[in-house]
């Protein structure tokens, strides 16, 4: 029986079968999403990003995902540039088209996507509503609590 089990548990570890999906890491941290409008100075946008204490927000207008803005747009194109937060509208400085994941995708491929286009942010959209936001800091997160878990399902195997 013992046997079995850890054949078993090795080969889902092999194929990759425990891996995080976008929607268990969305249950675990939530679902906000913090958005701006891109009509709004950028001075807004990082009050609010200060606020709820993130990195980027999806930028929405009329209930229609237009872009992203994030502290790294913030610094690159108003402050290397010279230009005025207040002054500024998102629309300016967002990126545009926006990269989005699904709750069905695996944490795994979210890290590939983000470090191929070099980004930090992910909406998920889900029947064309964004139902949530994930960064890196999120998925590195998951990774090492996967990892964690793979750690003590072979520590049980082994003093079983």
Do not use: F
Not at 141 to 153: C, P, S
């Amino acid at each position: 029986m013992k046997l079995a089990v850890g054949h078993r548990l090795i080969a889902a570890l092999r194929k990759g079968n425990i891996v995080t999906k976008v929607r268990h890491l969305l249950d675990r941290k939530g679902r906000a999403v913090h958005s701006v409008d891109p009509d709004s100075p950028v001075l807004e946008a990082i009050r609010i990003m200060a606020e709820r204490h993130v990195g980027g927000l999806v930028v929405m207008n009329m209930g229609e995902l237009v872009g992203i803005v994030s502290e790294r747009d913030y610094a690159r194109k108003v402050i290397l540039k010279g230009r005025s937060s207040a002054d500024t509208p998102v629309w300016q400085i967002m990126s545009s088209p926006v990269l989005t994941v699904s709750p069905h995708e695996s944490v795994q491929d979210c890290m590939e996507l983000m470090t191929a286009h070099r980004v930090r942010h992910l909406p998920v959209v889900e029947s064309g509503r964004v139902v949530g936001m994930i960064s890196i800091g999120d998925l590195v997160k998951a990774v090492i609590e996967d990892q964690q878990q793979t750690i003590e399902q072979l520590e049980s195997y082994i003093h079983s």
